[in-house]
Structure formats: structure tokens, C-alpha cells
């Protein structure tokens, strides 16, 4: 299971951005995937998690602009960013995890066993 992320660039505050992952293969019901964000100096952190079954949770700072979808078909996982703010410029990173049961989602990083490089987002004013 290989992530690899697509769709950032730069985005004026207000706007809208839609990220992607597409995975080298399903990783299967019993697997939940996520987005993580860096800023610069600052921990990696959880924003948005998907279960096997499709159910999604969120960061509480995030909530409300943020949507998360997996397209099975396409083995892509995706993430929408509404409203976008400047403290939404940073790095985000596909992942995924397996093993949990297919009602497992997750924000912590170390539940994750798969990793993408990442796509930069920057927001201007």
C-alpha cells in the first residue's frame, strides 16, 4: 500500500482545495486511512480519518470545512478543504492503517503504517 498525494499548491484565504491520494492497491475493509498536516515548525497532526466502512472523524479545529472520501473503485482517497485559512498551510500527508477492524479511525500518527511524501498547501491572504 503505497500513498501518493496530489492537488496542492497555492490557495487565496477563502477558498477551496481538493487534495488526493491514490493508493498502489485497496487496502481492504478492515483498514481506516487519514490526512495529517505539518506547519512549518510544528508536530504532525491528524485532520481528517476514514474506517473501512466509511465512517469519518475529524480534529475539532477542522470541523465543519473539511471533508474526507474514499472512491474504492479508484483506490483514491480524498480530502476537501472549504473556507481555507492561513493556518491551513502546511504539508499533508496521505496514510493508512491496517488491522483494527473495519470500524477503526484514527488521528494519531503512530497508528499509521503507511505513509505518502506529502503535497504542500499554502494559503495567502
Same mark, same amino acid.
Given at each position: 500500500v503505497q500513498p501518493v498525494e496530489s492537488g496542492g499548491g497555492s490557495v487565496q484565504s477563502g477558498g477551496s482545495l481538493r487534495l =488526493?491520494?491514490?493508493?498502489?492497491?485497496?487496502?481492504? @475493509?478492515? =483498514?481506516?486511512?487519514?490526512?495529517? @498536516?505539518? $506547519?512549518?515548525? &510544528? $508536530? @504532525?497532526e491528524?485532520? %481528517?480519518?476514514?474506517?473501512?466502512?466509511?465512517s469519518t472523524i475529524y480534529a475539532e479545529s477542522v470541523k465543519g470545512r473539511l471533508t474526507i472520501s474514499?472512491? &474504492?473503485d479508484a483506490n483514491t482517497l480524498s480530502l476537501q478543504?472549504?473556507?481555507v485559512k492561513a493556518d491551513d498551510t502546511g504539508n499533508y500527508?496521505? $496514510?493508512a492503517g491496517v488491522g483494527r477492524g473495519a470500524f477503526a479511525r484514527s488521528l494519531v500518527v503512530n497508528?499509521? %503504517?503507511?505513509?505518502?511524501q506529502g503535497t504542500q498547501v499554502t494559503v495567502s491572504s
Amino acid at each position: 500500500v503505497q500513498p501518493v498525494e496530489s492537488g496542492g499548491g497555492s490557495v487565496q484565504s477563502g477558498g477551496s482545495l481538493r487534495l =488526493s491520494c491514490v493508493v498502489s492497491e485497496d487496502p481492504g @475493509r478492515e =483498514s481506516f486511512m487519514g490526512w495529517f @498536516r505539518q $506547519a512549518p515548525g &510544528k $508536530a @504532525r497532526e491528524g485532520v %481528517a480519518s476514514i474506517s473501512g466502512v466509511g465512517s469519518t472523524i475529524y480534529a475539532e479545529s477542522v470541523k465543519g470545512r473539511l471533508t474526507i472520501s474514499y472512491e &474504492k473503485d479508484a483506490n483514491t482517497l480524498s480530502l476537501q478543504i472549504d473556507t481555507v485559512k492561513a493556518d491551513d498551510t502546511g504539508n499533508y500527508y496521505c $496514510a493508512a492503517g491496517v488491522g483494527r477492524g473495519a470500524f477503526a479511525r484514527s488521528l494519531v500518527v503512530n497508528d499509521y %503504517a503507511y505513509w505518502g511524501q506529502g503535497t504542500q498547501v499554502t494559503v495567502s491572504s
